[in-house]
Structures are given as C-alpha cells and as structure tokens.
C-alpha cells in the first residue's frame, strides 16, 4: 500500500475518528439491546393473545432486523475511506 492510500491526518484526527467509530459502536449496541427487549414483548403479547394464530410479530421482526444489521455493518464495516479514495470521487464529480 503506497503512502497516498492511507488516511492523512494528525493525532488528533485520528483521535477523532476512534471516537466517533465507539460511538457508533456504542449505539449499535444499544439499538440491538432495544431491537431484542421489544421483540421479546411482542413476542410474549403474541403469545398471551393467541399463539395458536399467524406469528404476526414477523411484521414488526423482519424489517426492523434489516435495520439492526443495517446499523451493524455501519458500526463495524472495517477503515474509513482513504484520502485516494476521496479524491477519485472528487475527480469524478469534477
């Protein structure tokens, strides 16, 4: 990997950009914390009101899921864009 492929920045930045990736960590694992805790309630309401019926908490499971894993692959998807990366977008808009 040649220098212009890595992110420039100074200690600072870098600082920065570690917090803000703990931070969407962190509210990562909050949202999943609150995705699993209301689940577990509609799943027990679902049960208590007629489980013999349709599992109809799948409406609520599904796609709130798709935004669970959605926040995940944001919160841990690997590096920043690198600075040749920004520049070729850059370029390309130009």
Same mark, same amino acid.
């Given at each position: ?18 917090v ?11 949202? +999943?914390? &609150? ?11 679902? $049960?208590?009101? !007629?489980a #013999? ?6 409406? +609520?499971? &599904? ?11 944001? $919160?841990?998807? !690997?590096? #920043? ?14």
């Amino acid at each position: 990997m040649t220098d212009d492929m890595r992110p420039v920045g100074s200690d600072e930045d870098l600082r920065l950009r570690a917090v803000r990736r703990l931070k969407k960590k962190h509210d990562f694992y909050a949202h +999943l914390l &609150v995705y699993v805790l209301m689940n577990a309630f509609v799943v027990v309401v679902w $049960a208590m009101t !007629g489980a #013999d019926s349709f599992f109809w908490p799948i409406f +609520l499971i &599904v796609p709130w899921g798709i935004g669970v894993v959605m926040n995940g692959w944001e $919160a841990f998807r !690997g590096e #920043d864009f690198t600075e040749a990366q920004v520049r070729r977008e850059m370029d390309r808009l130009a």
